[in-house]
């Protein structure tokens, strides 16, 4: 590629960038970040929620990669690291991988960094409702109080950094599950705010209020800073590579 832009070599795509009184037509370096999960609901979701970024979004299947990682971690930090790492590790590129749970007021906290294997690995979601409504038969409203948490990580190569974000919401376990958005626990978690399950709302409407678009709009801040030293041709990124 020409252009004023001088960067090591690195996956990535150029794009001629609309010109401006001051610049003219030039080229911008799109790098590529890799978003570590496997999980539809999750690529749906950070894929609208990553729009604009200045990066090129990709998922493991559409560089043809498979990421298979053990998410024993005992933090959504822990495991966050974890799948990022792997990302880096499988791909090269800078990867961001997110971490999420469930936690009930009344279970303890729990499933929380649990979540995904709630029960058993294998239980459906309706199993999982089902659990959670028995251990809540008779608890207050309080006690029926819960938040969804997501922690984000983004894993740079080059410097082997690697970076959090964090976001959350707060909501009250419906004892009736509604809706037919969203994914996992999205239709026993009722807002407030909103007087419906994250499950009842479009996706665009949880992308304003969710626990992953609070994390993400923090990661947003590290991916740019990432991304103006992968640009700026005299950063260590560019005298790394
Ligand atoms: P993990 O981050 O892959 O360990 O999975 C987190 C699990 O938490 C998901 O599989 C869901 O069960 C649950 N979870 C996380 N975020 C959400 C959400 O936005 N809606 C519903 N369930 C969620």
Partial sequence: PQGDLKVAPTPTTWVRALPTPRHGARLVLVPKLL????????????????????????????IGIAIDVEEDGETYHDNARIKALAGVQASGLV?????????????????????????????TYEERFAEIERQLAGKSLAERAARFVAVIAVAEPRKGEVRFAEGEIRGIISPEPRGEHGFGYDPIFWSPSQNATT?????HEKAII??????????RQILLEILNDYRDPDSTYSRAG
């Fill in 35 to 62: 978003i570590a999960t496997t999980n539809p609901g999750k690529i749906a979701e950070l894929r609208g929620l990553l729009e604009g970024c200045g990066w090129d979004v990709v998922t493991p299947a559409d």
């Fill in 95 to 123: 990867t961001l991988a997110d971490d999420s749970g469930i936690e009930i007021q009344a279970m303890g906290g729990e499933p929380g960094v649990r979540s995904a294997r709630f029960l058993r690995p294998d239980a």
């Fill in 199 to 203: 499950a009842e709302l479009p996706e």
């Fill in 210 to 219: 969710s626990h992953r678009a609070r994390a993400i709009a923090n990661a």
